[in-house]
């Protein structure tokens, strides 16, 4: 018996995790993943074989970022996904909050406008639209705490309790589109806040973890009203195949469990990365100043010093 459309098999044995991670790939997103990773390799490839340096860590963060969409994407946590509201939450958890802050740690974008060629002058390379696509009035838009906020609000209460979300898994594209949808959703959140590569909007870093905290409490009061709900909400998992042997509604608060556990998982990680990075922006800046200084002499603190003696010399006079 098939589930949805999506021809998978309803009848899956119990849940357990040594099942949910058998090789079980959606070949959009294993052709995806494999194309992500040959690009940032050859993006660092090309870097290394001019002599140019690249954090080894942004590699291993952009991997694991990669790898962690196709836990999810291209193992049975997929198939199970598609009965068992719970291995779905887990999904939709990992596709848009810890799978983009990997992703930005990697700064794709900052690697890709180093290792693209210059295209000659009065023509368009592919760097050059890329730093047109980056100052477009249309990235302005998506990445504005005013779209991106709501946005990130509403992926988890207009789709999940209205019939958007039963529409969408009727069909194998549905589902698809909505994974995507989840992690594009993710990136433009989370890259203003703690990205690496440059973008239209980079507020403050007070500004940054405000916008943090105006989004994540959403995805706990989510959880929680999934938790507190009395019936199967979502239609599409009301009845689950008797293989599987578990109670629809306590699957239904299984996975506002985890929506409410997980909410604290990507907070603590750009709360990390933010800190970080406004640490090493005040160390930066304060050997930015002591050059300046060593260049003009110290102008400022010997301007000051002047100042401070006319006061003591205007108290002496009088």
């Known amino acids: 018996m098939d589930h949805s459309g999506h021809g998978m098999t309803m009848d899956l044995p119990p849940f357990t995790l040594g099942r949910a991670l058998e090789f079980s790939p959606d070949l959009f997103f294993l052709i995806g993943s494999l194309v992500g990773l040959g690009l940032y390799g050859w ?15 942004r590699t291993v963060f952009f991997t694991v970022g990669v790898l962690s ?13 598609m009965v068992m509201f719970s291995v779905h939450m887990v999904q939709h958890m990992v596709i848009s909050m810890l799978s983009p802050i990997l992703l930005l740690l990697g ?11 210059v295209a000659g002058r009065g023509s368009l390379g592919p760097r050059e639209l890329l730093l047109k696509l980056l100052h477009s009035r249309y990235m302005r838009i998506i990445t504005h705490p005013a779209f991106t906020i709501p946005m990130f609000i509403a992926s988890l209460y207009a789709l999940y309790f209205t019939p958007l979300f039963d529409f969408l898994m009727e069909s194998k594209t549905g589902h698809v589109a909505m994974m ?3 992690l594009m959703v993710g990136l433009v959140f989370f890259w203003p806040i703690m990205g690496v590569d440059p973008g239209p909007h980079r507020p403050g870093y007070v500004m940054r973890m405000l916008e943090l905290f105006a989004g994540m409490p959403f995805h706990a009061f989510f959880g929680i009203a999934l938790m507190m709900a009395s019936e199967p909400m979502i239609e599409t998992y009301a009845n689950p195949p008797a293989s599987l042997g578990i109670d629809a509604l306590d699957d239904l608060h299984a996975a506002g469990g ?4 997980f909410s604290e998982i990507p907070s603590v990680l750009v709360l990390i990365a933010l ?30 010093n002047a100042y401070l003696a006319s006061l003591r010399a205007g108290s002496g006079s009088k």
């Not at 969409?69 to 996904?81: E, F, Q, R």
Request: charged share 25%.
């Open 43 to 57: 993006g660092v490839a090309r870097l290394r074989r001019r002599g140019d340096a690249w954090p080894v860590s």
């Open 69 to 81: 969409i196709a836990l999810v994407m291209c193992t049975k946590l997929n198939d199970y996904g």
């Open 107 to 117: 700064a794709p974008v900052t690697l890709a406008l180093r290792a693209l060629p």
């Open 180 to 182: 995507v949808h989840f």
């Open 258 to 261: 985890i929506a409410w556990a």
């Open 275 to 304: 800190v970080y990075q406004w640490y090493h922006s005040e160390q930066r800046q304060a050997v930015r100043l002591d050059r300046a200084a060593d260049r003009d002499g110290d102008k400022e603190l010997a301007a000051y």
